[in-house]
């Protein structure tokens, strides 16, 4: 099997850690994750099924999945403090760069797949006349 890509897109708030945490919890309460949907589909929108949880927590969602994951953003520990680190890290102001050209990429211009391995996931600060405007996560789950 081959790993799957997971993105969603959110309205900016500074503070990240937060807006992670209730993408996860909204997703896990959603049931749109496996093994409740074995492949959810993306982008997430108001057609998104909903099918609800099964599970008491997040941890017995990942434990229900597995090796394989949820194959969304409740993989995801939380936010990396460091490249050393596991979670979610942010792209870094080089990586932007030789993406993009500019440290202040619009929302149209980051969806990205190039910079993550299996396992790995990242979030960019999307800008709209110069201003943060959205939050893009996305990554890789491990299958």
Not at 56 to 65: F, Q, T, W
Not at 71 to 83: F, Y
Not at 112 to 121: A, K
Request: charged content about 15%; glycine content about 8%.
């Amino acid at each position: 099997m081959g790993s799957h890509l997971w993105w969603y897109v959110e309205p900016y708030e500074p503070d990240i850690a937060a807006v992670l945490h209730g993408v996860q919890q909204r997703e896990f309460q959603a049931g749109r994750y496996s093994p409740v949907i074995p492949y959810p589909a993306f982008p997430v929108t108001v057609n998104s099924p909903v099918p609800g949880t099964p599970h008491d927590s997040i941890d017995d969602a990942l434990e229900a999945a597995d090796a394989d994951g949820t194959r969304t953003i409740l993989d995801v520990p939380g936010l990396a403090a460091s490249e050393d680190e596991w979670g979610m890290r942010q792209l870094s102001d080089e990586a932007l760069l030789n993406l993009f050209g500019t440290t202040q990429p619009a929302l149209t211009q980051v969806q990205l797949t190039e910079p993550l391995g299996r396992g790995e996931s990242l979030y960019v600060v999307a800008y709209a006349a110069g201003q943060p405007a959205h939050l893009y996560f996305t990554g890789y789950s491990y299958d």
